[in-house]
């Protein structure tokens, strides 16, 4: 492709999704993230059995990823073809995962603090 | 852990990713060049509008004029889909006018007469535009009525397609298609003699309608034929001998030097011319129709043809680095219409554009121009639903992969697929607002 510049990136993902959407994407992302700084900035350090909960919501953030991108396409996983098609796959799982796990850490030491957490072990 | 944030360190975080997105948003401009010229475009395709778009912001004080009498604008890599029912028509259809930037005047009529020599083009209704330097991007023409008994009426029904005619020939298509990929019988896909824009398209349509017809189990009832007047499969050798093998596994015949000169739609026959002059018969149960093409006609009458080459489709006479006419230098040709070897793709007018833009700027400030197109073309050989192979070449038939040892060109890959499906028409919207 031709210049591939940041400001390409970026205009074709704004036609992928429409430019309002996909700056309302970006910036969800970049609140839970803010949040997420937030929250370990409040606590001062990972509340591990929040962790444990976000660790385990990791698998259903890889299945979303990857079932939304199925979802939004006409393919399958019958399509995948070969070695950078099974790393896009596990990019794509990864991201889901992740983005889970800092999403629901966040949100439950959003609605639970830390010292309610620590007050109840 | 001991993972802490003081909140300063935050904030500059923030305001770290607010100045990442902002620079990304506007694309980095030069000042612009003041200057009264007159510019003219003939087309508000995907290559006109890209350059008006991409002019508009390079210029200033410049009269942009382009010409178009169609109010539709057409995505026309997404005919390809439509026609194998998995997208609906209108999936490629806007308004020509959502394109255009302000500031420049469209004129929704078709250039009837080109005077390169008094420098105007004459509209159908008699309007004389004057013009400093003209930009010729009115596409192809196809020729339908270059095959005996065939119609457009026809798309759709006694089975025959022709997807490239348009997102409703394209839809009725799928229609035809989709019935044989149900009963079975015989399947022939032809490609004309002629240049074409996407050459990689008869091949797509092929290898899409067997995929489903295989996916509905009924492929133990069909045969599939594929008829070309060339000698070889694609006009790129690498990329030919992939796709002689890919025809091996998937059980479709080739039939070399096979020219579609008519069909019977009663008799479900079709007429080829062979090789030294023989009439070879074919029946089908589905046939797939693209005709000759050629430039439109005002190309053809105004003198800007080549004489010498392509006599019978009258291609504009231009270098194939520049794309300016070899014969009037205040003349550029942009996409299809140009008389180069390769290049009749979106992916190419994505590469000529800048071409152009540099060649006018430089013309109107006097200075040489610098960019060069090297034929870059590009077409995601869709090979099932679900799979593709993202070939790009240039002049002299390397493979360009724009993502070399990551995306491997002839293999068929989910990845390629996923850029057809999502990609595509996102990197084509925004090379037509010119920023891609
Ligand atoms: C079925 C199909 C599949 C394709 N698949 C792909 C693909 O996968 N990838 C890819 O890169 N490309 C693909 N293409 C090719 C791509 O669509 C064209 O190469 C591209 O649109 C060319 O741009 P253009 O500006 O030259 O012509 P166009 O986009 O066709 O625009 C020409 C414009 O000129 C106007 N015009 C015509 N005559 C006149 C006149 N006399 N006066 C004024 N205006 C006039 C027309 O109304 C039209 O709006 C495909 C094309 C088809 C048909």
Redesign the interface.
């Known amino acids: 492709?031709?210049?591939?510049?940041?400001?390409?990136?970026?205009?074709?993902?704004?036609?992928?999704f429409g430019t309002g959407m996909f700056w309302s994407m970006?910036a969800a992302a970049?609140i839970v993230t803010?949040a997420y700084?937030?929250v370990?900035?409040r606590d001062?350090?990972?509340a591990w059995r929040k962790f444990l909960l976000a660790q385990l919501s990791m698998p259903v953030g890889a299945v979303l990823g990857v079932w939304f991108?199925l979802l939004?396409?006409?393919?399958?996983l019958?399509?995948?073809?070969?070695p950078?098609?099974i790393i896009?796959?596990l990019a794509i799982a990864a991201a889901g995962a992740i983005g889970m796990a800092i999403l629901v850490y966040t949100i439950q030491s959003l609605i639970r603090p830390a010292a309610k957490d620590r007050g109840a072990q | 852990?001991?993972?802490?944030?003081?909140?300063r360190q935050?904030l500059s975080?923030?305001a770290g990713?607010a100045a990442l997105?902002a620079?990304?948003?506007?694309?980095?401009t030069a000042a612009a060049i003041p200057t009264q010229a007159r510019i003219v475009i003939i087309g508000a395709g995907a290559g006109g509008t890209a350059l008006a778009n991409r002019l508009v912001t390079r210029l200033k004080g410049a009269q942009i004029t382009l010409m178009d009498p169609r109010v539709e604008h057409l995505y026309q890599p997404g005919l390809s889909l439509v026609a194998a029912g998995?997208k609906p028509a209108d999936y490629v259809v806007s308004k020509t006018t959502d394109w255009l930037p302000d500031g420049v005047t469209l004129i929704a009529e078709a250039a009837a007469e080109i005077d390169p020599e008094a420098k105007f083009v004459a509209t159908t209704s008699g309007q004389k535009v004057a013009y400093d330097f003209l930009v010729v991007a009115p596409g192809l023409v196809l020729d339908h009525d270059a095959i005996d008994g065939f119609d457009l009426n026809m798309v759709g029904e006694n089975g025959i397609g022709a997807l490239y005619a348009g997102p409703k020939y394209a839809a009725a298509t799928w229609k035809a298609a989709s019935k044989f990929a149900e009963e079975g019988g015989v399947g022939l896909f032809t490609r004309p003699a002629t240049e074409m824009k996407c050459a990689g398209a008869p091949l797509k349509h092929t290898f899409l309608i067997e995929d489903i017809t295989r996916d509905k189990g009924n492929r133990g009832k069909a045969e599939f034929h594929y008829a070309a007047p060339q000698g070889s499969l694609f006009g790129v050798p690498i990329v030919a001998e992939k796709v002689r093998m890919l025809f091996g596994d998937r059980d479709i015949n080739a039939h070399m030097k096979h020219t579609l000169t008519a069909i019977e739609p009663g008799a479900k026959r079709a007429y080829m011319a062979g090789a030294e002059g023989s009439t070879i018969e074919m029946d089908y149960d589905y046939i797939h129709v693209i005709p000759p093409q050629r430039a439109p006609d005002v190309i053809r009458q105004s003198g800007l043809s080549w004489p010498d080459k392509w006599t019978n489709q009258g291609w504009v006479e231009c270098d194939k680095g520049t794309l300016q006419h070899l014969r009037y230098d205040t003349i550029w040709a942009l996409g299809d219409v140009a008389g180069v070897p390769k290049g009749k793709t979106a992916a190419s007018v994505?590469?000529q554009v800048?071409v152009v833009e540099d060649g006018l700027i430089s013309a109107i400030s006097g200075r040489a121009p610098t960019e060069i197109y090297n034929g870059?073309t590009s077409c995601p050989m869709i090979t099932?639903?679900?799979?593709a192979m993202l070939i790009e070449f240039d002049y002299n038939n390397n493979l360009v992969p724009?993502f070399p040892g990551?995306?491997?060109p002839l293999?068929?890959?989910?990845?390629s697929?996923?850029m057809k499906?999502?990609?595509l028409?996102?990197?084509y919207?925004?090379m037509l607002?010119g920023?891609?």
């Open positions: 492709m031709k210049d591939m510049t940041f400001g390409t990136i970026l205009a074709v993902f704004e036609e992928i970006v970049l803010l700084l937030y370990l900035m001062h350090s990972i991108v939004m396409t006409n393919s399958s019958n399509d995948l073809g070969g950078v098609d896009v796959f | 852990m001991p993972f802490t944030l003081n909140r935050m975080l923030a990713s997105a620079a990304g948003s506007q694309t980095a998995l994505k590469w800048p870059y099932r639903v679900g799979r724009s990551v995306i491997a293999e068929e890959l989910w990845i697929w996923l499906e999502v990609a028409k996102a990197t919207n925004a607002r920023r891609a």
